[in-house]
């Protein structure tokens, strides 16, 4: 069976940071890229980042930055997102996902993805 389970959520204030983790199981979790999706209140799901499966490629939306880190743990079969200097337009629902074999041109493109976890509320104010 198949689970992603992310944690670390919650609320900070602007500026902060979080970690998120997202341990994997039910899979062969080198052989799948990992994913950081979020969802905004009233907004559409939006890809954050992205980690290969094939080497250290990593991928995040233009929007961040460069305030967040993703990385990844094979023998912990765990994918963190390190989120800093945050900001209230970060606050949303934060979704890992998981996309065997996937190559890195569709690693922003959230239906190339087959597993999805349950989300981790992130909250932050202003």
């Known amino acids: 069976q198949v689970r992603l389970v992310e944690s670390g959520g919650g609320a900070v204030q602007a500026g902060g940071s979080l970690r998120l983790s997202c341990a994997a199981s039910?899979?062969?979790?080198?052989?799948?890229?990992m994913g950081w999706f979020r969802q905004a209140p009233g907004k559409e799901r939006e890809f954050v980042a992205a980690?290969?499966?094939?080497?250290?490629?990593?991928l995040y939306a233009d929007s961040l930055q460069g305030r967040f880190t993703i990385s990844r743990d094979n023998s912990k079969n765990t994918v963190y997102l390190q989120m800093n200097s945050l900001k209230p337009e970060d606050t949303g629902v934060y979704y890992c996902?998981?996309?065997?074999?996937?190559?890195?041109?569709?690693?922003?493109?959230?239906?190339?993805?087959?597993?999805w976890g349950q989300g981790t509320q992130v909250t932050v104010s202003s």
């Open positions: 996902a998981a996309a065997q074999l996937l190559t890195t041109d569709k690693q922003a493109d959230g239906s190339a993805y087959g597993y």
């Open positions: 039910g899979f062969s979790f080198s052989s799948y890229a």
């Open positions: 980690f290969s499966w094939y080497r250290e490629n990593t």
